[in-house]
Antibody
Framework: QVQLVQSGAEVKKPGASVKVSCKVS????????ISWVRQAPGQGLEWMGWISTYNDNIKYAQKFQGRVTMTTDTSTGTAYMELRSLRSDDTAVYYC??????????WGQGILVTVSS | EIVMTQSPATLSVSPGERATLSCRASQSVSSNLAWYQQKPGQSPRLLIY???TRATGIPARFSGSGSGTEFTLTISSLQSEDFAVYYCQQYNNWPPEYTFGQGTKLEIK
């Protein structure tokens, strides 16, 4: 079955960077893009960006432009999201999701990234 | 940026009754609208896409309607497992761009 398995929780200091991973299985990695979505504690969902796993086309949400980098490794079927210059309001659960025809039909389990001094 | 507004913020309904959730877009999104369900501590789950097509494995009691700027998610007869937060999401085909509503919490009355 389709699975997206994300790396473990992270604790970072303000100003640091975090890189999280999302390893897929159960389907051909390059058949669907990956989107990243975050959710601050008690808040709603916020789309961060999308990457094509086929040709590495990328679209970042304007809010994260210049601070986020999304990449893929097709040899391992893994997507990565790096967020730099972390602030306390970046504390959130970060999800990867399979982007199938512009809807997110499978999600990773989420990674809690805590930014605290 | 397209803004998605969901109403109400919280909806209290008794099991077995019908629930109607609304989502409004700040400009037309055609039928590029999806609905997700999220339970506490879980990842969101896709319910509806294309405004009215149920995703794989979603029970028939979930239905979506609307186009343009006004959308509705209806749950015809609430089951205990349906109490959750529901998000609408608009999507643009190219370039990919997405916006979520702020969510509607469906709680037991």
């Amino acid at each position: 079955q389709v699975q997206l398995v994300q790396s473990g929780a992270e604790v970072k200091k303000p100003g640091a960077s975090v890189k999280v991973s999302c390893k897929v299985s159960g389907y051909t990695f390059t058949s669907y893009g990956i989107s990243w979505v975050r959710q601050a504690p008690g808040q709603g969902l916020e789309w961060m960006g999308w990457i094509s796993t086929y040709n590495d086309n990328i679209k970042y949400a304007q809010k994260f432009q210049g601070r986020v980098t999304m990449t893929t490794d097709t040899s391992t079927g893994t997507a990565y999201m790096e967020l730099r210059s972390l602030r306390s309001d970046d504390t959130a659960v970060y999800y990867c999701a399979r982007d199938r025809q512009r809807t997110f039909d499978s999600w990773g389990q989420g990674i809690l990234v805590t930014v605290s001094s | 940026e397209i803004v998605m507004t969901q109403s109400p913020a919280t909806l209290s309904v008794s099991p077995g009754e019908r629930a109607t959730l609304s989502c409004r877009a700040s400009q037309s999104v055609s039928s590029n609208l999806a609905w997700y369900q999220q339970k506490p501590g879980q990842s969101p789950r896709l319910l509806i896409y294309g405004a009215s097509t149920r995703a794989t494995g979603i029970p028939a009691r979930f239905s979506g309607s609307g186009s343009g700027t006004e959308f509705t998610l209806t749950i015809s007869s609430l089951q205990s497992e349906d109490f959750a937060v529901y998000y609408c999401q608009q999507y643009n085909n190219w370039p990919p761009e997405y916006t979520f509503g702020q969510g509607t919490k469906l709680e037991i009355k």
